[in-house]
């Protein structure tokens, strides 16, 4: 056996789909991937849209995590002793209820069905109220503003403000929380079996993004501005943690369980767990100055900056800076945006639909050709939507579109917003006002360029990765013609969890550090899209006009939300 011969596995959860991979750590080369829909969320169990509420059962997650990472060992035909390290990445914040075991409260047989015993998905949006509240209370309170490292707007997608929600409105639950963790922190501690909420090693990326955990106020934010939000959280503070833990170091080895359940040994090293986008940017080469776009559901929009670079400055309206966030040693910055592929499959929903319910009445078709049939329809409609949109030159769009539909995230978070359409007109066909929204998910993108530089934060290049860059040559040509700066592809269709595995790499001692791991273990890109100047010409016009769009709905929705507040 070659000395050097050593395997990882990088595990990255989405918002649909967990991903495994196993990689060669010698050269990142990827021997085997294998992609789980979770079945409960892709039935709509737990959701309600109209509410923005996104519910999952962990139940999903563990089946996921067991069926990908056994599917990615037998694929691989390795000796699975060759398998030394494995790291966990997650959306976030998707905090979920435990008990004082750290077990799952929508296990156990009287929370099974009750979504507020489950992991908040990130995209919930049911906690603006309480978002908006720890924000007054953070400004006013009189002692440190402890919003100044997360952008100074603490948003609905996280932590504090679903837990406040879900207390408040579910008394059961209140009770039986003994504890919360975030996604990644929860599927870390099944793997190692060091459950209990004091023990388990906590993500730096989690805590300092998304809780407000910071050093320089010895963690998470202090009992009596918690208990001045409610007492059950100051009395929380006590039973989550005060260290963290970059996703570089052991969370600890594989439990007797999980390694007989995977086939591993127990001692197969777990490192740390961490964010989808965070582990992306490892998986992508993040070096500084460079923007590292991970594009999904949403994007996450990562930069590191060392210590010496950023100095003191606070960048305002993103989604933090965090020392240690993506690579030991740097700060890790966080923007991004709420919807992205999302905008574009609320189209895609809007027209299939209908079109499925009338499938299923259709006389026509037996059962088997109408699942068949939405089956194609589904998987091919944005692909012809974006044929037909490119074929559209820039300077015909004549509809404006904001990318709002999920809120905005960066810059300046604030869910209360919606999207728009503007510039209807009787020949506004379904390639017209796709191609708008194109343009709104880009221009969304150029907004947060603009915030980063106009906070000092120096960006030469953009990388791109995730679903939506791998699939779409229209969005990412539209995307580089509206940055006006080229964008290279990342090589691996799994960037997250390639990254995810590079931490594994270094958590397993086979590197000393995560940048020696990015070295050895990168896949490099595969595409580079290039700017052309017809179009940056006439998108820097249009871009104006989307700017005023937003303006306009921005103090449209001001305005609603003082009216109904004084009118309560
Ligand atoms: N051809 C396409 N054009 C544009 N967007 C696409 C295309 N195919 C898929 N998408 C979008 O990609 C997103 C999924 O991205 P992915 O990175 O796979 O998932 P996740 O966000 O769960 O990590 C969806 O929002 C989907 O609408
Ligand atoms: O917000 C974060 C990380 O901070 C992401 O987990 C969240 O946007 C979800 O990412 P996806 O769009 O599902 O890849």
Same mark, same amino acid.
């Given at each position: 056996?070659?000395?050097?011969?050593?395997?990882?596995?990088?595990?990255?959860?989405?918002?649909?789909?967990?991903?495994?991979?196993?990689?060669?750590?010698?050269?990142g080369?990827?021997?085997?991937?294998?992609?789980?829909?979770?079945?409960?969320?892709?039935?709509?169990?737990?959701?309600?849209?109209?509410?923005?509420?996104?519910?999952?059962?962990?139940?999903?997650?563990?089946?996921?995590?067991?069926?990908?990472?056994?599917?990615?060992?037998?694929?691989?035909?390795?000796?699975s002793?060759?398998?030394?390290?494995?790291?966990?990445?997650?959306?976030?914040?998707?905090?979920?209820?435990?008990?004082?075991?750290?077990?799952?409260?929508?296990?156990?047989?009287?929370?099974?069905?009750?979504?507020?015993?489950?992991?908040?998905?990130?995209?919930?949006?049911?906690?603006?109220?309480?978002?908006?509240?720890?924000?007054?209370?953070?400004r006013?309170?009189?002692?440190?503003?402890?919003?100044?490292?997360?952008?100074?707007?603490?948003?609905?997608?996280?932590f504090?403000?679903?837990?406040?929600?879900i207390?408040?409105?579910?008394?059961?639950?209140?009770?039986?929380a003994?504890?919360?963790?975030?996604?990644?922190?929860?599927?870390?501690?099944?793997?190692?079996?060091?459950?209990?909420?004091?023990?388990?090693?906590?993500?730096?990326?989690?805590?300092?993004?998304?809780?407000?955990?910071?050093?320089?106020?010895g963690?998470?934010?202090?009992?009596?501005?918690?208990?001045?939000?409610?007492?059950?959280?100051?009395?929380?503070?006590?039973?989550?943690?005060?260290?963290?833990?970059?996703?570089?170091e052991?969370?600890?080895?594989?439990?007797?369980?999980?390694?007989?359940?995977?086939?591993?040994?127990?001692?197969?090293?777990?490192?740390?767990?961490?964010?989808d986008?965070h582990?992306?940017?490892?998986g992508?080469?993040?070096?500084?100055?460079?923007?590292?776009?991970?594009? %999904?559901?949403?994007?996450?929009?990562i #930069?590191? &900056?060392?210590?010496?670079?950023?100095?003191?400055? *606070? @960048?305002?309206? $993103? +989604?933090?800076?965090?020392?240690?966030?993506?690579?030991?040693?740097?700060?890790?910055?966080?923007?991004?945006?709420?919807?992205?592929?999302?905008?574009?499959?609320?189209f895609?929903?809007?027209?299939?639909?209908?079109?499925?319910?009338?499938?299923?009445?259709?006389?026509?078709?037996?059962?088997?050709e109408?699942?068949?049939?939405?089956?194609?329809?589904?998987?091919?409609?944005l692909?012809?939507?974006?044929?037909?949109?490119?074929?559209?030159?820039?300077?015909?769009?004549?509809?404006?579109?904001?990318?709002?539909?999920?809120?905005?995230?960066?810059?300046?978070?604030?869910?209360?917003?919606? %999207?728009?359409?503007?510039?209807?007109? #009787?020949? &506004?066909?379904?390639?017209?006002?796709?191609?708008? *929204? @194109?343009?709104? $998910? +880009?221009?969304?993108?150029?907004?947060?360029?603009?915030?980063?530089?106009?906070?000092?934060?120096?960006?030469?290049?953009?990388i791109?990765?995730?679903?939506?860059?791998?699939?779409?040559?229209?969005?990412?040509?539209?995307?580089?013609?509206?940055?006006?700066?080229?964008?290279?592809?990342?090589?691996?269709?799994?960037?997250?969890?390639?990254?995810?595995?590079?931490?594994?790499a270094?958590?397993?001692?086979?590197?000393?550090?995560?940048?020696t791991?990015?070295?050895?273990?990168?896949n490099?890109?595969?595409?580079?899209?290039?700017?052309?100047?017809?179009?940056?010409?006439?998108?820097?016009?249009?871009?104006?006009?989307?700017?005023?769009?937003?303006?306009?709905?921005?103090?449209?929705?001001?305005?609603?939300?003082?009216?109904?507040?004084?009118?309560?």
């Amino acid at each position: 056996m070659d000395e050097k011969e050593k395997y990882v596995i990088g595990v990255d959860f989405g918002s649909d789909s967990v991903r495994a991979v196993l990689i060669n750590s010698a050269d990142g080369s990827c021997i085997a991937s294998d992609v789980f829909y979770y079945p409960q969320w892709s039935k709509g169990l737990y959701c309600d849209e109209h509410k923005n509420q996104f519910r999952q059962h962990p139940k999903d997650h563990l089946e996921g995590l067991e069926a990908t990472i056994k599917n990615v060992i037998q694929n691989s035909q390795i000796d699975s002793t060759l398998i030394k390290g494995i790291c966990v990445d997650t959306t976030g914040s998707s905090p979920m209820p435990v008990d004082e075991f750290g077990q799952s409260l929508a296990f156990s047989e009287v929370f099974q069905h009750n979504p507020n015993a489950m992991m908040v998905l990130w995209k919930d949006h049911t906690s603006i109220n309480e978002a908006q509240e720890i924000n007054e209370l953070a400004r006013g309170w009189g002692g440190d503003d402890y919003t100044q490292y997360v952008g100074g707007i603490y948003s609905s997608e996280w932590f504090w403000a679903k837990i406040l929600n879900i207390i408040r409105k579910d008394e059961a639950v209140k009770e039986k929380a003994f504890s919360w963790m975030e996604h990644c922190d929860y599927i870390t501690g099944q793997l190692i079996g060091i459950t209990s909420p004091n023990e388990l090693k906590r993500s730096r990326c989690a805590a300092g993004h998304k809780a407000m955990w910071h050093e320089s106020w010895g963690g998470l934010p202090s009992s009596s501005f918690l208990a001045q939000l409610d007492p059950y959280l100051s009395d929380l503070r006590g039973r989550l943690y005060e260290d963290t833990y970059t996703s570089d170091e052991v969370a600890g080895t594989l439990s007797e369980d999980w390694a007989a359940r995977l086939g591993l040994t127990t001692d197969v090293v777990v490192a740390v767990g961490t964010f989808d986008a965070h582990a992306g940017a490892i998986g992508g080469e993040v070096e500084e100055n460079t923007l590292v776009k991970v594009m %999904g559901t949403s994007t996450c929009d990562i #930069m590191i &900056s060392s210590k010496e670079q950023l100095g003191n400055t *606070l @960048v305002k309206g $993103i +989604c933090g800076q965090v020392d240690g966030s993506v690579i030991p040693g740097f700060h890790g910055l966080e923007a991004g945006q709420s919807g992205f592929g999302d905008v574009l499959a609320w189209f895609k929903n809007l027209l299939l639909r209908p079109v499925s319910s009338l499938i299923d009445q259709s006389q026509i078709l037996d059962i088997a050709e109408k699942e068949k049939l939405k089956t194609e329809l589904s998987k091919k409609l944005l692909k012809q939507l974006s044929e037909d949109a490119i074929k559209i030159p820039p300077q015909d769009s004549k509809i404006v579109a904001l990318d709002w539909i999920n809120g905005r995230r960066t810059p300046d978070a604030n869910q209360l917003l919606k %999207g728009a359409l503007q510039g209807l007109e #009787m020949g &506004s066909d379904a390639a017209r006002v796709f191609k708008s *929204l @194109v343009e709104s $998910i +880009c221009f969304g993108s150029k907004k947060i360029v603009e915030r980063f530089r106009s906070e000092g934060v120096r960006i030469d290049a953009v990388i791109g990765m995730g679903g939506v860059a791998k699939q779409s040559d229209f969005v990412m040509q539209t995307l580089a013609d509206i940055l006006e700066m080229p964008i290279k592809i990342a090589q691996s269709d799994q960037a997250p969890a390639l990254g995810a595995a590079m931490y594994a790499a270094v958590a397993a001692e086979i590197y000393p550090d995560t940048q020696t791991a990015i070295k050895s273990m990168t896949n490099g890109f595969d595409k580079i899209y290039h700017p052309k100047e017809e179009n940056a010409l006439v998108y820097r016009s249009l871009y104006k006009a989307y700017e005023e769009l937003g303006a306009f709905v921005e103090n449209q929705t001001i305005n609603k939300f003082t009216t109904v507040n004084e009118s309560i």
